[in-house]
């Protein structure tokens, strides 16, 4: 056998676009790539020897180039005699069989990639906490609370796994985020939050970060400041210049005695400096009469373009 094809039905002509008249006569060859024509020889050894092969998941080329996952099943053809005089080879599209499996694959990766760094955030809350909580009770709220946030947060940076997409890990706003967190506080009637400005894409590797940073902020509100008294107010800003973003966190109405000036170096506020670190920020405060003033200085990268 010398791999010509002698024989070229509908739907070979479907699957490789080439039409009878100009597949017959010519080598298998010209639908198989470059990188892969050592396969050939090797299959037709096999069927020299009378073997039969089945299922074999290899790519081929079209007659427009573009190249396709195939399996093929081929048999050895005999004559009257028993002499082998040729082969025939079914050859199956298994590019969607192939695309699904690679989705899944990602998508695992993904899930093991989030649950490793999951349990080591995990990890790190836990043994900071340890260190300044008093009482099991206090240690189990303060966890739940910024596991609730964390979820809030990953899940909105699932990957997408729409029909026909490559599964892709996905990047929210900050205003969304921040809606998220502090959606438990929310009053219609009153509107105790507001949000200002151009909403903007946090990138997924950020919104950790963010997250916990933001959850320390409206955990300090709820305690002492805006969000503790029903007249209080709470508005977020964020502005960009040429240099980089500001985010402003201003609480009003909120009476100042029921404001800590001071801060204690406790397990929020050391949770609180690790995530400013890792948005590489800087941060300043304001105890106005009013409620308190937080700035957030942060690199032009950290937020793409506004929307």
């Given at each position: 056998?010398?791999?010509i094809?002698t024989?070229w039905?509908l739907?070979?002509?479907?699957?490789f676009?080439?039409t009878a008249?100009?597949?017959v006569?010519r080598?298998?060859?010209i639908?198989?790539?470059?990188?892969?024509?050592?396969?050939?020889?090797?299959?037709?050894?096999?069927?020299?020897?009378?073997?039969?092969v089945?299922?074999?998941e290899?790519?081929?080329?079209?007659?427009?180039?573009?190249?396709i996952?195939?399996?093929?099943?081929?048999?050895?053809i005999?004559d009257?005699?028993?002499?082998?005089?040729?082969?025939?080879k079914?050859?199956?599209?298994?590019?969607e069989r192939?695309?699904?499996a690679?989705?899944?694959?990602?998508l695992?990766?993904e899930?093991?990639?989030?649950?490793?760094?999951?349990?080591?955030i995990t990890?790190?809350?836990?043994?900071l906490?340890?260190?300044?909580?008093?009482?099991?009770?206090?240690?189990a709220?303060?966890?739940?609370?910024?596991?609730?946030?964390?979820?809030r947060a990953?899940?909105?940076?699932?990957?997408s796994?729409?029909?026909?997409?490559q599964?892709?890990?996905?990047?929210?706003?900050?205003f969304?985020?921040?809606?998220?967190?502090?959606?438990?506080f929310?009053?219609?009637?009153?509107?105790r939050?507001?949000?200002?400005?151009?909403d903007?894409h946090?990138s997924?590797?950020?919104v950790?970060?963010f997250a916990?940073l933001?959850?320390?902020?409206?955990?300090?509100?709820?305690?002492?400041?805006?969000?503790?008294v029903a007249?209080?107010?709470?508005d977020?800003?964020?502005?960009a210049?040429?240099?980089?973003?500001?985010i402003?966190?201003?609480?009003?109405n909120?009476?100042?005695?029921?404001?800590p000036?001071t801060?204690?170096?406790?397990?929020?506020?050391?949770?609180?400096?690790m995530?400013?670190?890792a948005?590489?920020a800087?941060v300043s405060r304001d105890?106005?009469?009013?409620g308190?003033?937080?700035?957030?200085?942060?690199?032009?990268?950290?937020f793409?373009?506004?929307?």
């Amino acid at each position: 056998m010398q791999g010509i094809i002698t024989t070229w039905n509908l739907s070979a002509e479907r699957l490789f676009g080439y039409t009878a008249d100009e597949a017959v006569g010519r080598p298998i060859t010209i639908l198989i790539p470059e990188d892969r024509l050592d396969e050939e020889p090797a299959i037709l050894a096999r069927i020299n020897a009378g073997e039969r092969v089945d299922h074999f998941e290899t790519i081929r080329r079209r007659k427009d180039g573009t190249l396709i996952d195939i399996s093929l099943t081929i048999s050895p053809i005999r004559d009257s005699d028993g002499k082998i005089v040729g082969a025939s080879k079914i050859a199956r599209d298994i590019s969607e069989r192939k695309r699904a499996a690679e989705q899944q694959n990602m998508l695992l990766r993904e899930m093991h990639h989030r649950v490793k760094n999951l349990f080591a955030i995990t990890g790190s809350i836990i043994s900071l906490a340890a260190r300044t909580v008093r009482t099991p009770a206090e240690l189990a709220e303060g966890m739940q609370d910024r596991l609730v946030a964390l979820s809030r947060a990953h899940q909105m940076t699932l990957p997408s796994l729409s029909s026909g997409e490559q599964p892709t890990q996905q990047s929210t706003t900050l205003f969304t985020l921040l809606s998220n967190l502090l959606s438990p506080f929310e009053d219609k009637e009153v509107g105790r939050w507001r949000l200002h400005g151009e909403d903007a894409h946090i990138s997924a590797d950020r919104v950790t970060s963010f997250a916990l940073l933001f959850h320390e902020y409206a955990t300090n509100a709820v305690k002492y400041g805006a969000l503790s008294v029903a007249e209080g107010r709470l508005d977020i800003t964020l502005t960009a210049d040429r240099d980089g973003f500001e985010i402003a966190w201003l609480e009003s109405n909120a009476e100042p005695p029921t404001f800590p000036q001071t801060r204690e170096a406790g397990f929020g506020s050391t949770l609180e400096e690790m995530s400013v670190r890792a948005l590489n920020a800087q941060v300043s405060r304001d105890w106005q009469a009013h409620g308190l003033l937080i700035r957030l200085a942060l690199p032009r990268d950290t937020f793409e373009l506004p929307l």
